[in-house]
């Protein structure tokens, strides 16, 4: 076992022992104390704060309002006997189970009365939420906090960006018709009446790389955007997705050792074609 200087219990050096190498101990310690919120624990947020405890992160906050359903078993981290549980407290109780000494946070819903409790102390936040008004809300008291926010999606491309002081506002990038509204303006009105520049999001699915992998079945993709159908998910898409936010989050957010793609410029990587994509949505 590698001696270092850090108080570590014997369960945590055995379970980070070969982490040591591709990180330092040093910065092992500063995944173990970074707190990280993870707003969504569906298919990508589940499978991040999964990864994120077994890298050794011990200071986690969850937060969804969710229940798990059948149609979750395709990418989330549930089982059938957890259909009709809160995902928040299942997937709590599951990383318990590989860390007992983490420290982990549960919140069922984001509102105004508990934002500043939630984001208290908090180093960074991943958004996973699929709610626009719950994730304005915290996007915009991140920004106010000056706490980096980091967002990908369940599509078949690894990218990650990150909204920060430098970057632009999450309700620009999105096209959101919300900065007038106050928080309470907000709290009322439902999250299918927020108004979206539509011509954005069409971009993205008018990248043929993106078009053609949602489209096997043709028709589905129309369908999906059209509001017929659900979003298309697949589990090895959702994990990878996961596992690359993982890796920004503790290479980019924590380490500081990758530098931070700032939205609306995506950087990644086609992992069906195997081609490297760089595109700035708002300059198509």
Known sequence: MIKNKYEWSALYRDQVERNIGLISLEEQEKLRTTKIAVLGTGGLGGSLVEQLVRAGCECITLCDHDTFELSNLNRQICTLDDIGKRKVEVIEQYLLKINPKASIRPYYEVHENIISELLQ???????????PIASILIARECRERN????????????????????????E?????????????????????????NLKFVSQLFQIENIRSAFNREP??????????????????????????LAM???????LHIKKRVLAPEMVGYDYIRDQPIKVDLHKL
Request: glycine residues 6%.
């Open 121 to 131: 102390d908090i180093s960074l936040v991943c958004l996973t939420l699929d709610d």
């Open 172 to 196: 620009t990038c999105y096209g959101f018709d919300t900065h007038n509204f106050s928080i309470e303006q907000l709290r009322k009105i439902k999250s299918k009446d927020v108004r979206t």
């Open 147 to 170: 706490i980096p926010m980091l967002e990908t999606w369940g599509i078949p491309y690894l990218f990650a960006w990150w909204f920060t002081a430098e970057s632009i506002d999450y």
């Open 219 to 244: 028709g589905m993709l129309d369908k999906m955007l059209e509001g017929e159908i659900s979003g298309r998910s697949f589990a090895p898409i959702i994990r990878l997705n996961a596992s690359y």
């Open 248 to 254: 920004t989050v503790i290479y980019a957010g924590i």
